[in-house]
């Protein structure tokens, strides 16, 4: 496993914190991979449930569990984000992931926007349950990636600590605007 790779780094600190048979999310589908490995933590008992408004990111990700042999309880929503308060109860989640920026060999000019961001931060944190944890992988380095970073990081910043802990980490010896790795543990 390669730790400086962000979805590694990510994947390694879920792992730490999960048990098989839970409920994951992930909130930025993309092309699956983050899917795949929570279908993984779920195991045959758990659930997992997958938001994209693409639906070539739909398709990908049907694409990739199915050639893995998952399908039967994963839940791949065409919806943003910010509405998965409208599939899922208030402290029903273990996990809930995020993948911020576009989908990777797609439209670069469809991204996540930090209004939305936001507000599905905002709503998983809702749904996580008590000892539960959440996942933000930052990326920023073009015009709204850089508003979309300072508008998380403002929220995350107001968060009451009795109720959460916020950890912010940053590539420090890196250029070009790497992504930040960002976790959320539920009190």
């Known amino acids: 496993m390669r730790y400086s790779q962000i979805t590694e780094w990510c994947?390694?600190?879920i792992r730490s914190q999960a048990a098989e048979g839970g409920i994951y999310v992930d909130a930025t589908m993309g092309n699956g991979?983050?899917?795949l490995f929570l279908c993984e933590l779920a195991g045959k008992s758990g659930t997992v449930w997958a938001f994209d408004i693409q639906e070539k990111a739909v398709l990908?990700?049907?694409a990739l569990l199915s050639e893995h042999g998952y399908g039967g309880s994963v839940h791949l929503i065409r919806d943003g984000h910010e509405n998965m308060d409208q599939y899922l109860k208030p402290g029903t989640a273990d996990v809930?992931?995020?993948n911020f920026g576009y989908l990777p060999g797609g439209d670069h000019r469809i991204a996540t926007k930090p209004e939305t961001s936001v507000t599905a931060i905002?709503?998983?944190l809702e749904i996580l349950k008590s000892k539960g944890m959440m996942s933000l992988c930052i990326y920023s380095g073009k015009e709204t990636g850089f508003e979309e970073k300072?508008?998380?990081?403002?929220?995350?910043?107001e968060l009451p600590p009795k109720e959460y802990t916020?950890?912010?980490?940053e590539y420090y010896n890196r250029g070009n605007c790497p992504p930040m790795p960002v976790f959320i543990f539920k009190e």
């Not at 300072?150 to 910043?157: E, Q, T, V």
Request: hydrophobic residues 35%; aromatic residues 4%.
């Open 60 to 62: 990908n990700t049907r």
């Open 11 to 13: 994947h390694a600190v």
């Open 150 to 157: 300072d508008r998380i990081l403002s929220c995350l910043k």
């Open 33 to 35: 991979h983050d899917t």
């Open 96 to 98: 809930v992931c995020f």
């Open 166 to 169: 916020v950890i912010v980490n």
């Open 122 to 124: 905002r709503k998983g």
